[in-house]
C-alpha cells in the first residue's frame, strides 16, 4: 500500500516538473518570437516562382536566422507594390531597374539592397506569326502593373508607334484576337503561349535584349528613409534573401515546392510545369554573363544605361547615377 502511495506521489511530482518543463519551453518560444523585428515584404506580383528566393528565405527560416519575423503580402490589380511601399504598408519590395528610376523622377528616394536579375526577360510577340517590327502602329498588349518601359521606349526609338492595351496577368487579349502582338516575359507569359500552341519563331518573337536593351530587372529595394533609419534591418533582410536565392540555385525542385505551396494558398492559376520553367528562367536570368554566376550586384554602368533610355523616351529629366541607388 505505501509503494503505490509513493509511486503516485513520484508520478504526480514528475508529472508537475513535466508541465514546468513544457510551460518555460512554450514561454520561451514566445519570447523568441515577440524578440523578432516585424516587417513586411511584398513583391510586385502574385505568388510565382518569380519571387522564389524570398518564398525560400521564408520557410527555410533563413529571415528568423536573422531575427526577423517577415509577413509577406502580395498587391492586387488595383493596388501595386509601389503604393504598399509608399504608404508604408511595406518595407521591402522588388522592382525592375527602370521602374525605380522612374519612381525617384516621381519623388520616391530608394535603395538598391540587392540585384537578383542581371538581363532582360522582355519580348514582343506578333500574331499569325507576324514580325513584331512591321506591327507600325498596331495594338499591343502590355501589363497594367507596368514592367513595360522597355518596350515603350524600344517603340519610339524605332517609329512604330504602337498602341498600347493594357492587360492585367494573362495572353488572354493576344490569342483571342483583340490585339495584334502583346509583350511577355521569358519566363512567364512565353510560356503560356507555348502551353496554348501558339507557334514562335525568330520571325515573330522579338526580344529586347538582342535590340539594346539587356537591362537588369528585378531587385530588391527599400526607401532611402527607412533605410537610413533600420539600417542594420534592411542589411539582414537582404543577407536572409540572398541566402534565399543560393538555396533556390541548389535545390530547384525543393525551391519549386514551396513556390507551389504559395501558388495554392494564394489560388493563383498556374500550373506545376509553368512554374518550373519559370523557375528555370528566372535563376537562368540572375546569372552574370562572364561567370555564369548569380552576383546579385547591380552594376554601375547599368544604372547609367537605364538612366539615357529613359531621358530618350522622356520618362526622366535628369539623368540618375549608381549614386542615387547604393546602400
Not at 508537475?16 to 514561454?27: C, M, P, Y
Not at 517609329?159 to 496577368?169: A, E, I, P, S
Not at 554566376?293 to 530618350?312: D, G, N, R, T
Request: with cysteine; charged share 25%.
Amino acid at each position: 500500500m505505501n509503494r503505490k502511495i509513493d509511486f503516485i506521489r513520484t508520478t504526480k511530482v514528475v508529472l508537475g516538473e513535466l508541465r514546468f518543463v513544457v510551460l518555460v519551453v512554450a514561454l520561451a518560444v514566445v519570447n523568441h518570437i515577440d524578440a523578432l523585428e516585424k516587417v513586411v515584404f511584398a513583391p510586385q506580383w502574385h505568388a510565382q516562382a518569380q519571387f522564389a528566393g524570398y518564398f525560400v528565405a521564408k520557410e527555410k527560416g533563413f529571415y528568423k536566422d536573422e531575427g526577423l519575423d517577415v509577413t509577406i503580402t502580395f498587391p492586387t490589380n488595383s493596388i501595386s507594390s509601389y503604393v504598399l511601399l509608399k504608404n508604408g504598408e511595406c518595407q521591402f519590395t522588388t522592382m525592375q531597374l527602370l521602374d525605380a528610376l522612374k519612381d525617384m523622377e516621381w519623388g520616391m528616394r530608394l535603395v538598391n539592397l540587392m540585384q537578383t536579375s542581371q538581363h532582360s526577360s522582355i519580348m514582343i510577340v506578333g500574331r499569325d506569326g507576324k514580325n513584331p517590327m512591321k506591327l507600325k502602329g498596331k495594338r499591343v498588349g502590355k501589363w497594367n502593373a507596368g514592367f513595360s518601359l522597355p518596350a515603350m521606349i524600344f517603340s519610339k526609338r524605332n517609329g512604330l508607334d504602337y498602341k498600347f492595351v493594357r492587360f492585367t496577368n494573362n495572353v488572354s487579349l493576344f490569342l483571342s484576337g483583340a490585339i495584334d502582338a502583346t509583350l511577355v516575359t521569358s519566363y512567364n507569359e512565353y510560356y503560356q503561349l507555348k502551353q496554348a500552341n501558339v507557334t514562335l519563331n525568330d520571325n515573330c518573337v522579338l526580344r529586347l535584349a538582342d535590340h539594346g536593351f539587356d537591362l537588369p530587372e528585378d531587385g530588391l529595394y527599400v526607401t532611402r528613409e527607412y533605410y537610413n533609419q533600420n539600417k542594420a534591418t534592411a542589411e539582414k533582410f537582404a543577407k536572409a534573401s540572398k541566402r534565399g536565392w543560393l538555396w533556390c540555385h541548389e535545390h530547384p525542385e525543393e525551391a519549386l515546392e514551396i513556390v507551389m505551396g504559395y501558388v495554392r494558398r494564394y489560388n493563383i492559376p498556374t500550373n506545376r510545369i509553368l512554374q518550373k520553367l519559370m523557375l528555370k528562367e528566372v535563376l537562368r536570368l540572375q546569372n552574370d554573363t562572364k561567370t555564369t554566376k548569380p552576383s546579385f550586384v547591380l552594376q554601375k554602368k547599368m544604372v547609367e544605361k537605364a538612366s539615357q533610355l529613359l531621358i530618350e523616351g522622356d520618362y526622366i529629366d535628369k539623368p540618375f547615377t549608381y549614386n542615387d541607388l547604393k546602400r
